[in-house]
């Protein structure tokens, strides 16, 4: 007796060890699924229902590699690229949850430093449409790194799979060997020592594999319970041993239900799995509360896995849903039709949607592990061929800005060489002819484009001012025919669109007064030739002609053209203004293109202006070259012109 006495000293101070009930009855010499009733005082199979241990109970599985990790904070990509090198330096990998953990950093440090980069370039004076980042220099480190780190894991898992398998083979043994003991039951008592130490090395021996854990522990259990029920041990230590673990098992169930309230899901659910290894842990209690107190562990359990089983089902759900986001996103960007960008403004409005589908990105969380990275590498490589597109485009306009450019300084340089010429016929006509191909030339980049045309002007204005100068009786005589021309507009302003019965023949006076006057300064010719148009027009819109079948006519009255001098000359005017809109054309083109400011779209209305003068002249032309193709009478009587005035009102 002296085996059991101390048998009965140990119970007293330590609970029963790994002495659960199983779900099933196996007989010592059967097979694990075989029942068998030879024991009359075996512990009903009640405490841990097979479905329950498939469900909560893993602790014999191999652990996961999902909980969370603290890492430390990386400031540089370097500093990560050094963790990684040190990580695969040692033994035993970090958790793969630390490792992610890492990956997230050196790219959230990648993006910091690409905008970092970028807002530099923007105070540095550059750009921000035509920026284009550069790789980083450590991504590619970064993934060899990662691929070893892959590499090194998936042997580590081989050494761990083939480690699970020798405590699946050594847990077996310890099964044979209480089996041995329990074979003959008359000296159970004498081996009790023998059996604690084989318990002490179950629980010294680590995971097994997932597949085998559930059915090799109730096998365990199984033959743990018929050892402890072959035991004849007193009825007061026994009950000793129930009731100290109820109290255990119930505090057990205590805390599993204060977890099932917990507000941080993913931590119950690991503290629940040492819970469970803690409930297998502890030896039996009374068999009619064996059922009670699993059915209540049971039951904390299955909440908190519910809960934990639900937080990753809408976190999934929501990864799915963001990456449906950015699959959109990344759609938007691949469709833009980049051959439909024609201007600085068409790239630049563009540019700004870009934009703000990479502010809407950011707003949007991660998508699916598998998917996260190839889904931002689409987006990126998107984002990226429209910007080196862009670059490309400005890199040509620039390129005919700068060709324009030193274009115009050449003209610069002729005009300021000829600023000081006192032949004045020759150089006039230089000049002028030097102001023709400076409208023919397109615009330049808009930091030069005020000097160079300053520049440019001021040397024709010196040239123009000092012919001026040295033109003074001219100039004395221009100012009188000016004076002249302006007593005739005021004439016509005094008279009165109704009630003048020979109108007609007054305008037609006014007229031939005017063309009678000589020249007047060149900087009020044109003010003073559409005061003179506007009177005229406005008189004789009360003889309801139009201004250009008023102007066709009296050139119709006015010419004889014999010797066909006239419409030649009116055929080279035609060429000219054609030309002269075309260059003005061209030049619009190239101000839409640059011009954003007041003052460039000042200088557009007003080319547009000039333009529209342009045509409307180029048609007077034209109709005065179909006036001198029809045979003309000396004066056709007023009635019939009368007649075609009003048909033109009409």
């Known amino acids: 007796m002296t085996d059991i006495n101390n048998a009965n000293e140990e119970l007293i101070e330590t609970p029963l060890a790994e002495n659960a009930p199983a779900a099933e009855s196996i007989h010592e010499n059967a097979a694990p699924s075989e029942k068998s009733e030879s024991v009359d005082d075996a512990p009903a199979a009640t405490e841990e229902p097979a479905e329950a241990i498939a469900d909560a109970d893993t602790s014999d599985a191999v652990p996961t590699d999902d909980s969370e990790t603290e890492t430390v904070a990386y400031e540089s990509t370097t500093q990560v690229i050094d963790a990684l090198k040190q990580i695969l330096a040692n033994e035993d990998l970090s958790p793969r949850s630390e490792i992610e953990s890492i990956k997230s950093q050196f790219y959230r440090l990648v993006r910091q430093a690409a905008e970092a980069a970028h807002n530099d370039y923007i105070a540095q004076g550059g750009d921000a449409a035509t920026y284009v980042p550069m790789p980083n220099p450590d991504e590619a480190a970064f993934k060899e790194l990662m691929s070893s780190i892959k590499e090194k894991r998936a042997v ?178 691949e469709a833009v039709d980049i051959n439909s960008l024609k201007t600085f403004s068409d790239w630049n409005t563009q540019s700004e949607k870009i934009v703000a589908l990479q502010n809407e990105w950011k707003t949007i969380g991660y998508a699916p592990k598998s998917s996260n990275v190839k889904i931002f590498e689409r987006f990126r490589q998107a984002c990226d061929n429209f910007f080196k597109q862009k670059a490309e485009y400005f890199k040509t306009v620039r390129d005919s800005l700068q060709s324009n450019l030193q274009a115009k300084q050449a003209l610069v340089e002729k005009a300021e060489a000829l600023k000081d010429s006192t032949a004045w016929r020759e150089t006039t006509q230089a000049i002028v002819d030097l102001q023709k191909q400076w409208k023919e030339i397109g615009t330049v980049p808009k930091k030069y484009s005020e000097d160079i045309w300053k520049r440019f002007n001021d040397a024709c204005d010196a040239f123009f001012e000092a012919k001026k100068n040295a033109t003074g009786s001219q100039n004395a005589e221009q100012r009188e025919n000016l004076q002249k021309k302006k007593d005739i507009i005021n004439r016509l302003a005094a008279l009165a669109e109704e009630g003048t019965d020979n109108l007609r023949d007054l305008l037609r006076k006014a007229q031939e007064e005017w063309n009678e006057i000589g020249h007047v300064p060149f900087r009020e010719k044109e003010t003073i030739y559409q005061a003179f148009r506007a009177q005229m027009d406005r008189l004789y819109g009360a003889l309801h002609e139009t201004t250009t079948k008023r102007r066709v006519s009296q050139f119709r009255q006015e010419v004889k053209d014999t010797d066909g001098k006239v419409r030649e000359r009116l ?52 109709m005065k070259i179909d006036a001198l193709k029809k045979p003309k009478a000396a004066d056709k009587d007023k009635e019939a012109s009368d007649s075609e005035s009003a048909e033109t009102a009409e």
């Open 571 to 622: 055929l080279r005017q035609y060429d000219i203004l054609k030309n002269e809109i075309k260059t003005y054309e061209n030049n619009l083109g190239f101000l839409t293109l640059s011009s954003k400011s007041k003052s460039g779209n000042q200088l557009v209305n007003e080319l547009n202006r000039k333009v529209e003068k342009l045509r409307s002249d180029l048609q007077e032309i034209k």
């Open 156 to 333: 580590q898992m081989e050494h761990e799979k083939q480690e699970l398998e020798e405590n699946y083979q050594k847990k077996l043994a310890i099964i044979e060997q209480i089996k041995t003991i329990l074979s003959n039951p008359d000296e159970v008592n004498k081996s009790y020592n023998d059996f604690k130490e084989l318990q002490k090395q179950w629980n010294d021996i680590k995971a097994v594999p997932a597949e085998s854990a559930t059915e090799l522990w109730k096998n365990y259990q199984y033959h743990v319970e018929l050892f402890y029920d072959t035991l004849k041990l007193n009825n007061e230590l026994r009950s000793y041993d129930f009731k100290k673990n109820l109290e255990l098992k119930t505090e057990l169930c205590e805390r599993a239900e204060k977890l099932a309230e917990a507000e941080d899901v993913i931590s119950a659910f690991a503290q629940l799995q040492q819970l469970h290894q803690e409930f297998r842990e502890i030896g039996p209690v009374e068999r009619e509360l064996r059922e009670s107190i699993w059915t209540r562990f049971k039951t904390a359990s299955t909440t908190i896995n519910k809960r934990h089983q639900s937080f990753f089902e809408e976190r999934k759900a929501q990864e799915q849903e963001n990456l449906v986001k950015k699959t959109a996103l990344c759609e938007q960007v």
